[in-house]
């Protein structure tokens, strides 16, 4: 197959990096909020990965993939440590909130995926609204959780296989290093191995790697009831309640907890992900993405609960909590040995649906040439991103082999939960600004102003919620002004017909409900985490500034003018990208 221009790489002298530079001001203005319509990214874009991801996938593979996807990290990873130490017996309330939150987040990405199936999911949402660099700093949020969580999980699955192994310090699987940072200097092998071995996997095939995934996950929920029987066989009612009460940490507790445990349900997103790869998108997106994400709701709420009926929550220990209960109990210490192994294998089927997200995120990321375009390779035979999966797994095994689990949670859930908020506003942007077309284009400033004002309240909401003592007038004003702002927005301003085949019900109410939820847990979160996110923030953006922004000019800017420029002298023009629509909020 012939190279086309636009896949050609372009070798730049020091000089002509120096340049590039100097029109970095230049660039920003012209690119920024460049956006491509849908038919673009299902297409021209898409195709700039050579070969085509293989459409194998069912509806069921997409319930078992988000099942899978979101159990192993939910259970295992967030449960015993929020019940201990910020939500008490009450964190199965916390789950209720965070679930709620992911499922009005869910029908946002339905609508978003039918209309576009194409393997970037909220990257690829944010870059057709408003514009790349919103879509780029999405999609590297959302790389960053998948990252972080997929070596938090992976450390959690030492802690279980340990115990599966009648092994009770999970520690000792790990290598003390003399002269590394507290936190830093317990080597994780096992989590590493884990990963390479994951990461083979999906290079292997997608389909193959389901059909594990669908059996591993038929066993999951099965090892599921049987954990949440043995735990009300042994458990009591009055745990629930003492020694401080359900909501030992009062209601800030379970908001707060629910900030926490919202990482459990990033597991959902990556089935979006999978959208190039399903035979009737239309219809399996749907059922796949809602009924994963109820389908776990439910889980989580009746396992917290067996968890913290078992043993009363201040006893209850942060490393491998189901196994640890269960060795407690007189009689029942091999059913810790039984915890750990099903919960081993559940960790590997979460990683397994999360890694598989992943990849194809930054395969996407990569056909836009906002990161070196290897990273967009589809391999030919097995229809993977292979690049991409043994990218991603090098990072993911590094952060599992040095940091310590507590620091890693402390940086989950930020970035998730910002991209869950851009998404619900582009979807509202979409339904209510006229982009074009025989309707023509409406005025994007009634939109904006109400997006804006429903952020502002949302925000003072928050603060009035997170500042010591609570202040009620605070959450009355706020709460009351969010309410009536959509409901003015709801009557003055038309919606326009949404042209996928599945939309969202009762619109704005769920979106706007999903960025309300969205701001107000992003405000439970710790400090640390907004300094984190505000210095990876910064990071990309730099990196976006000295490299993506130049690279899409040039393949894309100067590719363009090229073509033009040859057809109007009678030779051969590059293949169209078509014309690319500037529409910045």
């Known amino acids: 197959m012939a190279t086309t221009p636009l896949a050609r790489p372009h070798h730049l002298s020091f000089s002509t990096i120096l340049h590039s530079l100097s029109q970095t001001p230049h660039r920003l203005r012209k690119r920024m909020f460049v956006t491509w319509s849908p038919d673009q990214e299902m297409n021209q874009v898409r195709q700039r990965s050579g070969a085509d991801m293989k459409r194998k996938l069912e509806w069921y593979d997409l319930v078992a993939l988000g099942v899978a996807g979101m159990l192993g990290a939910g259970v295992f990873v967030t449960t015993g440590r929020v019940a201990h130490k910020v939500s008490g017996p009450a964190v199965f309330i916390s789950y209720i909130v965070a679930g709620v939150s992911a499922l009005l ?95 083979l996997c999906l290079c292997h095939s997608t389909k193959e790697s389901s059909i594990v995934n669908v ?28 020694p401080k009460g359900l909501a030992p940490f009062g209601a800030r507790g379970v908001l707060d ?32 993405i809602a009924g994963s994400v109820l389908i776990v709701s439910a889980l989580y709420c009746l396992m917290a609960l067996a968890l913290c009926s078992m043993i009363p929550y201040d006893e209850i220990l942060d490393d491998a909590s189901f196994s640890s209960a269960f060795k407690n109990m007189v009689g029942w210490r091999w059913m810790g040995n039984v915890v750990g192994v099903g919960a081993s294998l559940g960790i590997v089927a979460s990683l397994l649906v999360a890694m598989l997200g992943q990849a194809r995120y930054l395969c996407v990321v990569g056909r836009a040439r906002l990161v070196p375009f290897w990273l967009a390779k589809v391999h030919p035979s097995t229809g993977t991103p292979i690049n991409a999966t043994i990218f991603l797994g090098i990072c993911t095994a590094s952060i599992a082999l040095f940091t310590d689990l507590e620091i890693v949670i ?17 979807l509202i942007y979409r339904r209510y600004v006229k982009l074009g077309g025989s309707g023509g284009i409406s005025s994007p400033l009634p939109t904006l102003l109400f997006l804006l004002l429903l952020t502002s309240t949302s925000i003072g909401f928050s603060l009035s919620w997170k500042l010591n003592g609570g202040y009620w007038w605070g959450l009355a004003m706020f709460g009351t002004a969010a309410i009536a702002i959509t409901g003015i ?87 169209q990208q078509g014309k690319l629509e500037v529409q910045g909020p």
Not at 532 to 559: D, P
């Open 489 to 575: 927005f709801h009557r003055k301003v038309p919606c326009n017909r949404s042209t996928a085949e599945w939309s969202v019900p009762l619109m704005p109410w769920p979106a706007a409900a999903s960025i309300f939820l969205s701001v107000f847990l992003m405000a439970s979160l710790k400090k640390r985490s907004f300094l984190r996110f505000v210095l990876w923030s910064c990071f990309i953006t730099l990196f976006y500034a000295l490299y993506g922004v130049h690279s899409t000019f040039h393949a894309e800017e100067m590719e363009m003018e090229r073509g033009a420029s040859e057809g109007n002298h009678g030779e051969p023009s590059p293949p």
């Open 257 to 288: 907890g629910a900030a926490i445990v919202y990482v459990s349900y990033i597991g959902y997103d990556s089935v979006s992900t999978m959208a190039e790869e399903i035979r009737n998108p239309s219809k399996s997106l749907p059922i796949g």
């Open 105 to 199: 987040s869910s029908m946002c990405y339905t609508e978003f995926s039918v209309e576009m199936p194409v393997a970037g999911g909220a990257f690829s949402y944010l870059r057709v609204t408003f514009g790349e660099f919103v879509g780029y700093f999405g999609g590297a949020n959302i790389l960053m959780e998948y990252v972080l969580s997929n070596a938090a999980v992976a450390r959690t699955f030492t802690e279980y296989l340990s115990h599966a192994f009648g092994v009770d310090d999970p520690k000792s699987w790990r290598v003390q290093v003399d002269g590394l940072a507290q936190g830093y200097n317990a080597l994780d092998f096992p989590a590493v191995a884990l990963i390479i071995l994951i990461t």
């Open 215 to 242: 059996v591993m996950t038929v066993f999951h929920v099965i090892f599921f009831g049987v954990v949440i029987v043995a735990c009300f066989a042994n458990g009591n009612p009055k745990n629930l309640i003492e």
């Open 410 to 426: 402390e940086m989950i859930s930020i970035g998730t939960l910002l991209v869950f908020y851009l998404v619900a506003g582009a």
